[in-house]
């Protein structure tokens, strides 16, 4: 499976992530993130973060994309854009998260402020994942 993008994938991603930011539900630490799915077909699925009082509940934009994408039957994806202030790559979690559905996955971190972006494998940004195959086998 080719995990490259082509440049208007990657406008397309960058396009769709920065505008669902403003979708943001932030009202504790005004942080907004967007983050857009590129499944096999073409379709986008984004998301965007959503706060809650309690931190620990808080829910980052790349896992709502992903989990809005598993909820439509999708489990192979081609990419994914983070879109913020200062283009934060995606936290511990949600690179854990991503992983399990391929290491490959290309990350364009995109800085909405002044356009810039980079683009990272999920495996470089998370070099020893955690997958199935380290769990036991059951009897």
């Known amino acids: 499976m080719n995990r490259a993008l082509e440049p ?3 406008d397309r991603l960058i396009q769709a992530a920065t505008l669902v930011r403003d979708q943001a539900y932030a009202p504790h630490s005004h942080f907004y993130v967007g983050a857009a799915l590129l499944m096999e077909d073409g379709e986008i699925v984004v998301g965007c973060n959503v706060e809650n009082a309690s ?3 808080c829910l980052c934009a790349e896992r709502v994309a992903a989990a809005a994408a598993i909820s439509k039957g999708y489990r192979l ?6 879109a913020s202030v200062g283009g934060v790559s995606p936290c511990g979690a949600c690179r854990q998260f991503l992983s ?3 290491l490959e996955l290309p990350v ?5 402020i002044d356009g810039s972006y ?3 494998s ?3 940004l998370l070099p020893e994942a955690f997958d199935g195959s380290l769990l036991p086998t059951h009897a």
């Open 8 to 10: 208007r994938q990657i």
């Open 55 to 57: 931190y620990s509940m």
């Open 77 to 82: 994806w081609k990419g994914i854009a983070v």
């Open 100 to 102: 399990e559905f391929g």
């Open 108 to 112: 364009v971190i995109t800085d909405v």
């Open 118 to 120: 980079k683009i990272r």
């Open 122 to 124: 999920l495996k470089q």
